[in-house]
């Protein structure tokens, strides 16, 4: 490493305004660089491929690339950034105390600096294969470096840049570190594959082989968006072609959280109990290696606020034998009460044969698998890596888990009673309801089929009770074009209305509405309700697919449509960022777009 001089650095420091520092910090950081690494002046020139976060094109002060071809033409790429260097020039913008015990500032200008430190930190994660990324922030003569992991975002205190070698000594390292250690994950293997290219559909676009235990997969982009949150579990999910069968399937890639069972397991518990409905699955396995672990910190290293600690993850990776498409793409509404029903009776025998509970029912959690024009297709109920058994009993890091638009209600009270299946089945309700407002074809206007969609998005657990206490889709004029479906709706509402009856003075509609309740805390009456809506000959003939419809919100400052997409499937592509071939059902990989769905 050369030797550190405080000249230069203190040069920086002189100057009259933070523009001004550009261009000093990086001619004084260049010699300790490895030879054709270099830093680039990107204030003013912000990635138009980086909105992952919020819809946020980054652009930081200083970028720092490594010595390979660049992907485009773009100046600042967050998808070859090895790291980035924010600069304040007032140390009030420093987005961090020195009392470790608080360590966020809570005023404005910091808590600004630190969304500018995630935004960009994000990019780096949401468009690069990476087990873990890097960050640096100077305010005034003040320095932090961060290190981004699924965990959480490690920071250090702070020191002087222009008396410590500190900033130096640490980009010689990164620069002159293995992909493996500077946060790049080398289980990616660029390939080339005409044959898995075609099957892919994936000309023009970059190939992959991941190794999942013994066997290597052939992936393009992924279909989904959930890697684009900050922290967690970062799932994507890739159609894949088996190496050496050619046989196409879908891998997950995801950062399990410490604690659970490994959804490989999970599976296998079910299939061992011949759970229907579910996928076969082909191979799962941890990642090896140090970097693809997270979340366990040494000595040296402090929470604030005592009691607080990181969420443990592994990186994770399971191979499901089928290809399916999202639940929101049923060719008829006939269809879609069929899919709603399979995964209902793949939640039944999980409970009653396997003792599991899956613990997230949703719309992206249930798959639609089609067997050719010879047979119906299969619903199938996926991603059990949150699921319980019923021997444990301990408390568990994502306790309250689930997905907001589908959580039962009384789940979402300050103190909720203990979980059991019974709140699936209620989440299967309101699957079914959302799926029905959002894409079967209706008469609604788009502003009043926003204001139906508003109402799952709710956290008031008063306001579920009274959409489903309602009993009647005609309380909230959901106006189907379907009347089966509509009947089979206000069916199974009229029922489920029951959960949270009000006791009147009348014994007797006391004695009947009990009775009712404990009938719907199980799965036979639903399950039988749909199954005989499924037989009706006229229904199934009538061919009214799925419409991506029109949404319109009433406040400005409230989700967008596209955001409440994002939140409730992890498995789908959003439609508008998928290319489809004429005819062609399922998930194709996205297109490289400027698009953000990502919180």
Request: glycine share 6%; net charge negative; hydrophobic share 30%.
């Amino acid at each position: 490493m050369p030797e550190f001089h405080k000249d230069p650095f203190r040069n920086v420091a002189k100057q009259s305004s933070e523009r001004k520092m550009y261009e000093p910090l990086i001619e004084a950081l260049t010699p300790f660089l490895k030879q054709g690494w270099t830093l680039a002046n990107t204030s003013d020139t912000p990635d138009p491929d980086s909105g992952f976060f919020d819809g946020h094109c980054i652009k930081p002060d200083i970028t720092l690339y490594s010595d390979k071809k660049p992907s485009n033409e773009n100046k600042c790429r967050a998808r070859d950034m090895e790291t980035f260097i924010e600069v304040k020039y007032e140390e009030k913008h420093d987005g961090f105390d020195d009392d470790i015990e608080e360590l966020e500032k809570l005023a404005g200008e910091p808590r600004d600096t630190r969304g500018q430190l995630v935004t960009y930190l994000n990019a780096m994660q949401a468009s690069q294969y990476r087990t873990h990324g890097f960050g640096v922030v100077i305010a005034a003569q003040r320095c932090h470096l961060l290190r981004h992991t699924h965990s959480g975002i490690e920071v250090t205190t702070r020191f002087n840049y222009t008396t410590s070698p500190y900033l130096a000594t640490f980009l010689w390292r990164l620069s002159h570190a293995s992909p493996a250690v500077r946060g790049i994950d080398d289980t990616f293997e660029p390939a080339t594959s005409e044959t898995a290219t075609t099957i892919l559909n994936a000309v023009g676009k970059p190939l992959w082989k991941v190794r999942v235990k013994d066997r290597y997969y052939y992936v393009s982009a992924e279909f989904t968006r959930n890697h684009h949150y900050p922290v967690g579990r970062g799932t994507r999910c890739f159609v894949a072609v088996d190496c050496e069968t050619w046989q196409k399937c879908v891998l997950k890639d995801t950062w399990r959280v410490i604690g659970y069972h490994r959804e490989g397991e999970v599976y296998k518990r079910l299939h061992d109990n011949s759970v229907r409905n579910i996928p076969t699955i082909l191979a799962e396995a941890d990642v090896p290696g140090a970097t693809h672990s997270c979340g366990v910190l040494g000595p040296e290293w402090h929470f604030p606020k005592s009691g607080r600690t990181a969420r443990q993850h592994q990186h994770y990776r399971i191979v499901l034998g089928v290809v399916g498409e999202p639940m929101t793409e049923f060719e008829s509404t006939w269809e879609l009460n069929n899919v709603v029903l399979h995964a209902l009776q793949s939640h039944h025998d999980a409970v009653g044969k396997a003792k599991v509970d899956h613990r997230d029912v949703s719309v992206g959690n249930i798959i639609i698998v089609r067997h050719g024009y010879s047979q119906p297709a299969t619903g199938m109920l996926i991603d059990w890596e949150l699921s319980k058994y019923h021997e444990e009993n301990e408390a568990r890091v994502y306790e309250k888990t689930g997905t907001l638009q589908f959580t039962a209600a009384r789940l979402l009270e300050e103190q909720p009673g203990v979980r059991t299946f019974a709140d699936d089945l209620e989440s299967f309700v309101l699957v079914y309801l959302w799926c029905a407002a959002r894409y079967a074809p209706n008469t609604m206007t788009p502003r009043y089929r926003g204001q139906v969609l508003q109402r799952f998005d709710s956290q008031d657990s008063s306001a579920r009770e009274a959409m489903l206490a309602s009993g009647r889709l005609t309380a909230y004029r959901y106006k189907l074009s379907s009347p089966h479906l509509y009947s089979i709706l206000e069916e199974i509402l009229d029922r489920y209305k029951y959960r949270y009856f009000t006791p009147s003075r009348d014994p007797e509609e006391n004695r009947r509405s009990q009775m009712i309740k404990d009938e719907i805390e199980k799965h036979d009456w639903m399950e039988n309700a749909l199954s005989k809506a499924s037989e009706e000959k006229e229904w199934e003939d009538i061919l009214d697919r799925s419409v991506d419809q029109e949404i319109e919100l009433g406040k400005k400052d409230e989700p967008s449509s596209r955001k409440r997409k994002a939140m409730v499937s992890e498995y789908t592509a959003v439609s508008e960022q998928r290319v489809r071939q004429r005819g062609e059902r399922g998930p194709i990989p996205q297109e490289e777009d400027n698009d953000s769905d990502g919180m």
